[in-house]
């Protein structure tokens, strides 16, 4: 069966701090992948999606940046953390046929200080 | 573009019956709900995509409406275990995708909370 993992489940970094989070699916190949951002709230904004490796679209202007240096693996990146970077962070994974449910990771929650 | 939901908060006893709606301003492909417990990641309930599709999952079901871009989640008899905030996810399609890529991109309505007391 697939599983995704994604992690640090937690995370508090200082504003201008680098960030790297991470996210991996097993038992399943070329999957696509996302990044959504869910502020305090409720909305799930999207970040960023991947349909391979090493491609990568970008959905909302930002301090962050993606990469996909493995089938499976997606990382998100920023090298100056704002305030307006703290939220809860999830990775998820579909198939890549249409139509394909979103199956999420656990989250981080991200507090920029 | 978002999709709209309402109502934006539903609080009902054990055993009542509620109605969630989503409306996209754009034609839809398919139309997605999730659920999402407070601290947890949102879990896949189903997947309407044909428009009238119908579809049930336990006490929970919904419907699409293809012409009126709409779809409604229903949640009959609910119980204690339903309460969470339930989001729609809607998909343009696939002619409209520029790109003409494989994947099926979703964007989420802000949310509708469901809290259900005993």
């Known amino acids: 069966s697939q599983t995704i993992h994604q992690w640090p489940a937690t995370l508090v970094q200082p504003v201008g701090s680098p960030l790297s989070l991470e996210c991996t699916v097993e038992?399943?190949?070329?999957?696509?992948l996302y990044w959504y951002r869910q502020a305090a709230g409720r909305g799930l904004q999207l970040l960023f999606y991947?349909?391979?490796?090493?491609?990568i679209s970008s959905e909302v202007p930002q301090n962050l940046s993606a990469s996909r240096p493995q089938d499976r693996q997606f990382i998100l990146s920023s090298k100056k953390l704002l305030l307006s970077d703290s939220g809860f962070y999830l990775c998820?994974?579909?198939?890549?046929?249409?139509?394909?449910?979103?199956?999420f990771g656990n989250g981080t929650r991200l507090t920029v200080t | 573009q978002q999709p709209v939901q309402s109502p934006q908060a539903v609080i009902l006893r054990e055993g009542e019956d509620a109605v969630i709606n989503c409306s996209s301003s754009?034609?839809?492909?398919?139309v997605h709900w999730y659920r999402q417990k407070h601290g947890e990641a949102p879990v896949f309930l189903m997947i309407?995509?044909?428009?009238?599709e119908q579809k049930g999952h336990e006490k929970i079901s919904a419907s699409f409406n293809e012409k009126k871009q709409q779809s409604s989640l229903y949640l009959t008899a609910s119980q204690l275990s339903y309460s969470g905030t339930y989001f729609c996810g809607t998909e343009i399609p696939p002619y409209d995708n520029a790109g003409g890529t494989s994947y099926g991109k979703l964007t989420f309505g802000q949310g509708t909370i469901l809290t259900v007391h005993p």
């Open positions: 991947s349909v391979g490796i090493g491609q």
């Open positions: 754009k034609a839809l492909y398919s």
């Open positions: 309407l995509l044909k428009g009238g």
């Open positions: 998820a994974w579909s198939s890549s046929r249409w139509s394909s449910p979103l199956h």
């Open positions: 038992g399943t190949s070329n999957p696509n």
